[in-house]
């Protein structure tokens, strides 16, 4: 699916649907909790034990100085 | 949390700093995320957000300001001074109306005339948030962070 010229896989754009449900009631969610989102396909791809045990590298990894009162990510 | 204290107007959290700033500012300067990037950080706040939930409080305040990074690029959420206890316990009452600009986007239908919201306001949020960090802007945004589109 391509809207405002991204790309969007569609097991994304259903789990953003199931999430913008109005009737809170009937939100991606409501059954059975975090499970509920865990479990969507669009996670398939993820191990949450490893990312739970930090074993997967981050995609992205903040620049920092090596002075440890370095607080240039805060504004 | 690593220590709390108590003054006489304020109760007072310790908590671990995050050196890797917030992703409001992250996501400020990137523009938007790729989908795995925003699936790598949005499962964790999902992760999160299930721990307080087991815990019987209702975060309510998700947004990119309140998400911080660490060093190892994992993130994590913090304030929650919005946070409430479920079934009538004793967190503050929900400031359901925008203190600020950026809340609005983020806030589930329900709260906007209903103070008895439960956890499934948070999952709305992450709805909110995963489309966000993909097209770099929130899905009810018209341009003016007062004007949200959820107030008409």
């Given at each position: 699916?391509?809207?405002?010229?991204?790309?969007?896989?569609?097991?994304?754009?259903?789990?953003?649907?199931?999430?913008?449900?109005?009737?809170?009631?009937?939100?991606?969610?409501?059954?059975?909790?975090?499970?509920?989102?865990?479990?969507?396909?669009?996670?398939?791809?993820?191990?949450?034990?490893?990312?739970?045990?930090?074993?997967?590298?981050?995609?992205?990894?903040?620049?920092?100085?090596?002075?440890?009162?370095?607080?240039?990510n805060f504004d | 949390?690593?220590?709390?204290?108590?003054?006489?107007?304020?109760?007072?959290?310790?908590?671990?700093?995050?050196?890797?700033g917030d992703m409001f500012n992250l996501m400020r300067s990137e523009?938007?995320?790729?989908?795995?990037?925003?699936?790598?950080?949005?499962?964790?706040?999902?992760?999160?957000?299930?721990?307080?939930?087991?815990?019987?409080?209702?975060?309510?305040?998700l947004k990119p300001e309140n998400i911080l990074m660490?060093?190892?690029?994992?993130?994590?959420?913090c304030d929650?001074?919005?946070?409430?206890?479920?079934?009538?316990?004793?967190?503050?009452?929900?400031?359901?109306?925008?203190?600020?600009g950026g809340a609005?986007d983020y806030?589930?239908?329900?709260?906007?005339?209903?103070?008895?919201?439960?956890?499934?306001?948070?999952?709305?949020?992450?709805?909110?948030l995963?489309?966000e960090m993909?097209?770099?802007?929130p899905?009810?945004?018209?341009?003016?962070?007062?004007?949200?589109?959820?107030?008409?």
């Open positions: 699916m391509k809207k405002h010229g991204i790309d969007i896989s569609p097991e994304c754009v259903d789990f953003v649907r199931q999430l913008l449900e109005k009737d809170p009631e009937q939100r991606l969610g409501s059954k059975h909790g975090a499970k509920d989102l865990l479990e969507h396909p669009w996670f398939a791809s993820l191990d949450v034990d490893k990312i739970k045990a930090k074993k997967i590298k981050a995609p992205h990894i903040p620049d920092l100085e090596d002075d440890l009162r370095d607080t240039s | 949390m690593r220590y709390s204290f108590v003054t006489n107007e304020k109760v007072m959290f310790l908590l671990p700093f995050k050196r890797g523009g938007r995320f790729t989908e795995d990037r925003a699936r790598f950080y949005v499962l964790q706040i999902v992760l999160g957000l299930g721990y307080l939930h087991q815990n019987n409080v209702i975060y309510s305040d660490g060093e190892d690029g994992y993130v994590c959420l929650f001074g919005n946070s409430k206890l479920m079934n009538g316990g004793s967190g503050s009452k929900p400031n359901a109306q925008p203190v600020e609005a806030i589930a239908p329900e709260m906007i005339d209903d103070d008895n919201y439960g956890t499934s306001v948070d999952w709305w949020g992450i709805g909110i995963t489309y993909i097209v770099g802007f899905p009810f945004y018209t341009g003016n962070r007062r004007n949200t589109m959820m107030f008409k």
